[in-house]
């Protein structure tokens, strides 16, 4: 590509002055101007803007969470995470992917809300302020986005989508409206999904306790998905940590239904520790068992009648507390397994929801039986070795005892194998349960998606045709009384689609996580009006080949959007069964103090004023330097100032530039080799390291040619400098846009060899500062290197060199040497003997 446009921005920054012997100074280079310059010229010549195109161009979907505009602006995480992206997308870019590196706004959601009336301020007008606000400071940081594919999810032209997408759901029966026991939390003054409540506390208020409410509210019916949900199978390039965070949240628990035989019916039970089996002593029904008097036998009668007016009714909660009483039915149970005959009580521990109404007791591993069978005398078996089960039941798994032929397994073992005999007998049969519950997203709140339905006196809850949609957010609302959208008649009255009589809006809007379970898709084409999304676009981009995000996304976010696209592959929308090929979790980054960065504790480090004082590329490139990507960090000012200068040292070699020696080719090879490797797999400091390494050796001179490959590498972590070096040299290209270098041939033992003089340079370093400490140095003007004969030559071929660093006489000599002097000096390979002598 070529660039006409950078002669006239030309005169701006080329008044630098090369002075070689002088510090290179802020003033001097003006960064800031070379960063203007080029962001300018990216977004100018659309360089970052991709289509789909055939070919032999393999196509790369990268995704940062987007993020929810706050008026705070950009903070030192965000510069974080977006640079990790953007090195990862500059990085694909340059080895021949057609990537798609976009941009945009989860702008809807109740800390607008908030916000804006606390500010008194619109939520719309504050939204956008934030978001114009957010896109300078990221264009600051040179992200290379494709802006033109932003979306905003406030905007009616997305949140039409999220409406349709509803519909077609409700259609389906994935989207259904019922009273239900719901989370309710009062500072946020609306309802919540399950996800939403941590430890009985609003995830957004870790002080409030989440209320249970009953009322009508719209559910999405995620658990029509949770066996598919539970399978993480697919995800192999996640985090394995996320995988089962997903996993123990989803909740998949195995149990089987077994029949026991009673007076000649079978009774089934529900049980999830089937390797108790041979444990059982007695059974439990419910003293609400509809079935109960089936089991009573005449004798026992008056017995239960009596005991059944004496007991309350109960519930889950209540159980715990409750003294555990029963009667003997009169009727005995037949265990499947062992053929034992056992009583039946029926008793006031068990529900009648629970399962089938009755439950077999196994006094030894059980607490609730354990505490019955104390009270009633009746036995307890030992069937799980581990505890004394005459004094508490031992409720762990372990291993089996007098289970007949399943002794000695243990738990998981015994579970699986006595599960299997049971269907083989048919004797009963495998059940699977779940923790997860449908997603309830109605809120009833303002700054939302508003829910596409009318409810009719006659018709009854009826749909917003598609053609009506979107149902846009009116204006104007009260705060403060009720929810919000009750409060504009003109939005609440309407008519019935259907009856064309009086009918009332919906005002409920929908769950924030909504808006962002299927953003993505609409990336891929995010300015079709006619559909959410083009079939075929979806088909070239879809699904994201890595995404960058938070943790703490795994059990909202992640899994909602895993089901929205599981949701519309069946719908037909889709044909992949995951959004998300790879998962990056990036680590945290802390204030210098190593505490939280926060306002309380005043160590929050502003991005924007980083950029300002030290430019965008030393922010980036300390940001990358400071740890591995995906482990925590720690903020430190003299880390950017070291990377600084060392940007302003690269940016003063270029007039230096002349020939590469061998060595310098092989350094030059290795490190391509294995920054490429280090990038791929977001080692990114690793790279840094070894960036720098590979300058240090320049010293010696290096071609145009090899400082070019330099520069390519760098150019993904100092996107701006790297674009200006490379135009002075004569390049009429953008770097960006460039061909990865590709490493050449690579001279190990030179490089051994080079390594080994370093270290003895570094040897040498140590001694003359142990000397100098203990004032012995005054008079020594000769450093003697003792090397056994086989690597004479490498450090004679130093001695030039040492003897620059040093200022010192140098001499090199043969290990045998060394008793002729008197000094006892052991060398090994590698490690010469050194010595300083007057
Ligand atoms: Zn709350
Ligand atoms: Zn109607």
Known sequence: MIIESLKKEE?????????????VSKKEIDFFSIEKKWQKLWEKKKIFEVKEIKGKKKKFFLLEMFPYPSSYGLHMGHALNYTIGDIYARFKRMNGFNVLYPMGYDSLGLPAENAAIKEKIHPKKYTEKAISNFIKQQKSLGLSYDWSRLIETHKPDYYKWDQWIFLKMFEKGLAYRKKAAVNYCEKCKTVLANEQVHNGKCWRHEDTNV????LEQWFLKITKYADELYDVSKLKNWPEKIKTMQENWIGKSYGVDINFDINGIKWPIFTTRLDTIYGVTFMVVSSQHPKLFELVTEKQKSEVEKFLKKIKSTSEKDIEELEKEGVFTGSYATNPLTHEKVPVYVGNFVLAEYGSGMVMAVPGHDARDFEFAKKYNLPIKEVIKGGNVKERAYVNEGILVNSGQFSGMNSKEAIEKISKYIEKQK????????KLRDWLISRQRYWGTPIPIIYCDKCGIVTVPEKDLPVKLPEKVKFGKGNPLATNKKFLETKCPKCKGKARRE????????????????????????????????????????????????????????????????????????PFLKLFNQGMLLGADGNKM???????????????????????????????PDTGSMWSDRGIESSFRFLSKVYEYFPKIGKSNKLIESKLNKTIKEVSDDIE??????????????????????????????????????????????????????????????????????????????????????????????????????????????????????????????????????????????????????????????
């Not at 701006?12 to 002075?19: E, G, I, T």
């Not at 209320?211 to 009953?214: A, L, S, V």
């Not at 003895?760 to 400490?773: A, G, R, T, V």
Request: hydrophobic fraction near 40%; aromatic fraction near 12%; glycine fraction near 4%.
């Open 507 to 578: 005002t409920d809007t929908m769950d924030t996580f909504v808006n962002s379970s299927w953003y993505f898709l609409r990336y891929c084409d995010n300015k079709n009006k006619k559909k959410a999304f083009d079939n075929k676009k979806i088909e070239y981009w879809m699904p994201v080949d890595q995404y960058i995000g938070g943790a703490e996304h795994a059990c909202m976010h992640l899994i909602y959007a895993r089901f929205f696209v599981k949701a519309l592959r069946d719908l037909g929308f889709v044909k992949f069964d995951e």
């Open 11 to 23: 005169s701006k920054v080329f008044k630098l002055n090369f002075n070689k012997n002088s510090m």
């Open 427 to 434: 004797l009963g049969k495998r059940t699977i349960n779940y």
């Open 681 to 838: 797999n977001f080692r990114y400091n690793l790279a840094i390291i070894k960036i720098r390494e590979l300058f240090d050796y320049f010293e010696q001179g290096v071609s145009k040619k090899d400082f070019c490959s330099f520069l390519k590498m760098f150019s993904v972590f100092c996107p701006h400098i790297s674009e200006e070096l490379w135009h002075k040299l004569g390049n009429k290209s953008f770097i960006s846009l460039e061909k990865w270098p590709v490493p050449g041939k690579i001279d190990e033992n030179l490089l051994k060899e080079e390594e080994q003089i370093e270290k003895l340079i570094e040897d040498i370093k140590n001694i003359l500062e142990i000397l100098e400490n203990r004032n012995e140095l005054k008079n020594k003007k000769k450093i003697k290197i003792f090397a056994i004969p086989k690597e004479l030559e490498i450090y004679s071929g130093a001695k030039e060199k040492i003897k620059k660093i040093f200022n010192m006489e140098v001499e090199i000599l043969d290990i045998r040497e060394a008793s002729k002097i008197g000094k006892i000096i052991k060398a090994q390979p590698g490690k010469p003997g050194i010595y300083v002598s007057d």
């Open 211 to 214: 209320e249970i409410k009953h």
């Open 598 to 628: 926060s306002k309380s504790l005043g160590n929050i480090v502003n991005p924007i004023d980083m950029i300002n004082k030290y430019s965008a590329d030393a922010l980036r490139f300390n940001l990358m330097s400071l740890a591995s």
